[in-house]
C-alpha cells in the first residue's frame, strides 16, 4: 500500500470494519421469504440506515419498494456546487445452499488463510463498507469533496426490480453526476479492474403436462408420454453438440476485446475438474462477457431415494439465460418463450411464466469519471494500470440509473474477485482487496471533483 494519509487511515480503520462486515453477515438476509423470514431482510436495512445516520448522511430512509423489499438511501451533502456521486451496495445475498458444505458457519464471519470468510462478505455486504471506509477516510484527510448519495438495494440477487421500480416512480432520488457501481470485482486478487459490460438476464419456469396423474411405468411404459423426458429435451434443446446456447433466433457470435482470459487461469477459477472440457466455442472472454449463456437451475422431479416406477404426469424446470451486451432482454424472452413451446414434443401441454428479466448493459470508459478512477487505481495498485473486464452476471439497476439519467457516468468495481467465490459455498472476501478499493474509491472521489472544477 502506497504510503499516503488517506492509505494510512483506511488502514487504520480495517480491523473497525472487519467487525461491522460481521455483524451485517450476520442477518441471513435472503429476499426470499420462502428462504429465511423477511425480518432478517429488515434487520439488515435497519443496520445500514443507523449505520449512516452515524456517518452524518441526512435523510435517511428505508425505503419500501414495490416488489416487497426494502432499499436504505441516505444523502451526505459536500461542498457548495461540488457534484453528485452515487454510491450503490446491496445487503440481500444469496442463499447459503449447503450449509454442511462450509467450513465455517455461512453467517459468522470467520478468518481463514488471510480471507474472511461469510455469506455476502463480498458480494455485497463488503461492497457497503468499502463505501464507508472511503468516506471515513476522506473525513479524516480534510472532508468529502463531492456530494454523496447512498443506495443500498434488498432484492438485487432476487432481479424482482423493487428498486428499479422505484426508481422510475421517484427519479429525482437517485440523480447523480457520477455512479460508483460496488457490486463487481476485480478481473484477478491485486489486478485492478473496473467492469465496462454486464450480461442481462431472464428467468423463466416452464411446466410440462401429459398425464391427468402418474403411472405405473411398467404397465403404461412405451406408450405414455412421460413429462419429465419430455421436459428433458426442452431443457436439451437449448445447446447445441459442443455446449453452446443454442436458442432459436438469438445470436450467439460476438467476441470480447478487452482483457484476455487464459484458458487454464479460468480452469483454475472455475475449478473444472480435471480432463473435463469447457463448453461453447471462441475465447472465453467471448463466452462469459460477449454471449448469452442458458443454464438450467433447477428441476423439480422425484429424488433419486424414494422414487417409484412411475411416468411423471408433470414436470417443472427454472431456465436462465444470460443475456449479451447489444442484446434486448425482452426480445430474449421472447425467443426463449417460443423456442421451448417450439421444441416440447409430443404434443404435451407446455406453460411458460417469467419470473425476473434486467437489461445487459455498456459503459462508456472514455468518459472523465473513468480517467479519475484510472489516477486513483494507480495510486492503490502502485505500478500497476486499471484494466477493463466484462462481467457474466447482471446489476439491472444499472440500466434503470442510465435510462433515467444519461448523463451520468457509471463505473462498477468491487470485492467479488474469482477467489471470492460469490454465490457458491464458501464466499470470502480479501482484506488487502477490501483495503486497496477503498483507497482508490477516496482517491477517485477526490479526483473526480478536481475535474469538474477544471
Known amino acids: 500500500m502506497t504510503a499516503n494519509p488517506i492509505a494510512g487511515t483506511v488502514a487504520s480503520l480495517l480491523p473497525r470494519a472487519r467487525t461491522e462486515l460481521a455483524e451485517l453477515v450476520a442477518f441471513r438476509s435472503v429476499a426470499d421469504p420462502a428462504v429465511f423470514p423477511r425480518s432478517e431482510c429488515e434487520a439488515a436495512a435497519a443496520w445500514v440506515a443507523d449505520a449512516l445516520r452515524a456517518e452524518g448522511f441526512q435523510d435517511v430512509s428505508v425505503l419500501d419498494t414495490p416488489d416487497g423489499t426494502q432499499s436504505v438511501y441516505g444523502l451526505l451533502p459536500g461542498p457548495e ?11 440481500d445475498v444469496q442463499p447459503p445452499l449447503d450449509e454442511s458444505s462450509w467450513l465455517t458457519p455461512p453467517f459468522e464471519l470467520t478468518e481463514r488463510d488471510g480471507r474472511w470468510f461469510g455469506r455476502g462478505a463480498a458480494d455485497c455486504k463488503g461492497g457497503f463498507l468499502m463505501h464507508l471506509l472511503a468516506l ?9 469533496p463531492v456530494n454523496v448519495k447512498v443506495i443500498v438495494e434488498g432484492s438485487e440477487e432476487q432481479g424482482t426490480g423493487g428498486l428499479e421500480q422505484y426508481a422510475e416512480a421517484h427519479p429525482e432520488l437517485l440523480s447523480a453526476d457520477a455512479v460508483v457501481i460496488g457490486d463487481a470485482g476485480n478481473f484477478r486478487l491485486g489486478v485492478p479492474t473496473v467492469t465496462a459490460t454486464l450480461r442481462g438476464m431472464t428467468m423463466l419456469r416452464v411446466r410440462i403436462d401429459t398425464l391427468e396423474g402418474n403411472l405405473h411405468s411398467g404397465a403404461f411404459g412405451g406408450a405414455a408420454p412421460d413429462a419429465l423426458a419430455a421436459l428433458i429435451k426442452v431443457l ?5 453438440e459442443d455446449g453452446s446456447t443454442s436458442v432459436d433466433g438469438l445470436a450467439a457470435d460476438a467476441e470480447w476485446d478487452g482483457i484476455v482470459y487464459e484458458e487454464a ?8 475438474l480435471d480432463g473435463v472440457g469447457l463448453i461453447g466455442d471462441g475465447s472465453v472472454g467471448d463466452r462469459i462477457w460477449a454471449r448469452p449463456a442458458v443454464t438450467v437451475l433447477g428441476i423439480d422431479c422425484p429424488p433419486v431415494v424414494g422414487a417409484t416406477p412411475s411416468i411423471q404426469a408433470s414436470a417443472r424446470a427454472t431456465v436462465s439465460l444470460r443475456v449479451a451486451p447489444g442484446q434486448d432482454a425482452t426480445e430474449a424472452t421472447e425467443l426463449l418463450t417460443a423456442h421451448i413451446e417450439k421444441h416440447t414434443p409430443w404434443r404435451a401441454r407446455v406453460s411458460v411464466e417469467q419470473v425476473a428479466q434486467g437489461e445487459p448493459f455498456r459503459a462508456d470508459t472514455s468518459s472523465p469519471a473513468y480517467t479519475a478512477m484510472a489516477a486513483a487505481m494507480r495510486i492503490a495498485y502502485p505500478g500497476q494500470d486499471m484494466q477493463t473486464a466484462g462481467q457474466g452476471g447482471s446489476i439491472p439497476l444499472c440500466n434503470t440509473l442510465a435510462a433515467l439519467y444519461p448523463k451520468a457516468e457509471i463505473l462498477l468495481i468491487g470485492l467479488s474477485e474469482p477467489e471470492a467465490q460469490i454465490h457458491a459455498v464458501n464466499e470470502s472476501v480479501s482484506p488487502e482487496e477490501l483495503e486497496r478499493l477503498s483507497v482508490a474509491e477516496a482517491h477517485f472521489l477526490l479526483n473526480y471533483a478536481e475535474s469538474k472544477r477544471d
Not at 81 to 91: D, G, Q, R, S
Not at 136 to 144: D, F, P
Not at 265 to 272: M, N
Open 265 to 272: 487461469d479460468f480452469r483454475e477459477d472455475a475449478k473444472v
Open 136 to 144: 471515513r477516510a476522506l473525513k479524516a484527510n480534510g472532508g468529502v
Open 236 to 240: 436439451d434443446s437449448l445447446r447445441a
Open 81 to 91: 456546487n461540488a457534484p453528485t456521486v452515487l454510491l450503490y451496495a446491496h445487503y
